[in-house]
């Protein structure tokens, strides 16, 4: 049924053509009729509006996302500090030499470098740019990276040149008796 | 229905749309917020996580008061 406009004009209302079987205004209708509108004027804003619930309903889901970030974080494990290993003995590496070694056992290999009579530093031997092995340069103590010429810190382990932005992650060395043990391992920092 | 109506339909239909643009650029937002942080997190780097969370719940917090908002109009 299309209504006529008050005082006899027979211009058509588009916005609400369309009248419900009560005949009673829409704002009296139930929940459900003015959700699902025939006009299209109200029918284009009841989808616009349903869009915006939908999106708010995403800006939930990232929120939810990023607090089951936190609470990973919370509960996650951490992994309990590896037992000290021997990697070497002092007499098997001159000094300005390096030798590999793995520690904690099965980890990605590490460099150890003597880098005086009595010092040793270990590092990660994996470049933090893209996983190039590093090579020492003791003479210029600095850490080579040759596949995209990038320059490590030989004492910090610090990125001093080239692509690097992080620091190689540090391993933890002591001598005792005669021995080089690996005792931790620190976290990478920039 | 009169043109006073007609008017506030109109109004209403440019309130909606200016909101979707704003909840749209929030959720934007917070869903570089999302990548970023884990982004971090897996990288080894803990210290964003619970901030960002914060960030994203206000952003969250946003949108929801103008959903709000929305939904008083009808």
Redesign the interface.
């Known amino acids: 049924m299309i209504p006529r406009q008050a005082g006899g004009d027979d211009r058509r209302d588009f916005e609400h053509a369309t009248v419900p079987p009560d005949g009673r205004p829409l704002a009296d209708q139930p929940k459900w009729r003015r959700d699902f509108p025939i006009d299209w004027a109200q029918d284009d804003y009841v989808s616009r509006r349903e869009l915006v619930k939908f999106v708010v309903l995403t800006s939930a889901a990232l929120t939810a996302g990023q607090f089951w970030i936190v609470l990973k974080n919370a509960f996650s494990r951490r992994p309990a500090p590896p037992a000290g290993a021997p990697i070497a003995t002092v007499n098997e590496l001159p000094v300005g030499e390096a030798k590999t070694f793995t520690y904690p056992a099965g980890s990605t290999p590490r460099l150890l470098v003597r880098t005086g009579t009595s010092t040793f530093v270990a590092y990660d031997q994996q470049c933090t740019h893209l996983q190039c092995p590093v090579v020492p340069a003791v003479a210029q103590r600095r850490l080579h990276c040759p596949c995209h010429d990038g320059w490590f810190d030989l004492d910090t382990g610090r990125p001093v040149a080239g692509p690097p932005q992080r620091a190689l992650p540090r391993v933890l060395v002591e001598v005792r008796d005669g021995m080089v043990y690996a005792t931790g391992v620190e976290d990478a920092a920039s | 229905?009169t043109s006073r109506s007609?008017m506030v339909?109109a109004q209403?239909?440019t309130i909606?749309?200016a909101?979707?643009a704003f909840?749209?650029l929030?959720?934007i937002l917070?869903?570089w917020?999302?990548t970023a942080?884990?982004n971090a997190?897996l990288g080894?780097d803990?210290s964003t996580?619970?901030p960002?969370?914060l960030a994203?719940?206000v952003?969250?917090g946003l949108?929801?008061g103008?959903?709000r908002y929305?939904?008083g109009l009808?």
């Open positions: 229905m007609r339909r209403r239909m909606v749309n909101m979707l909840v749209t929030i959720v917070q869903l917020l999302l942080t884990m997190y080894g803990t996580v619970v960002a969370a994203s719940l952003c969250l949108n929801a103008l959903l929305l939904f009808d």
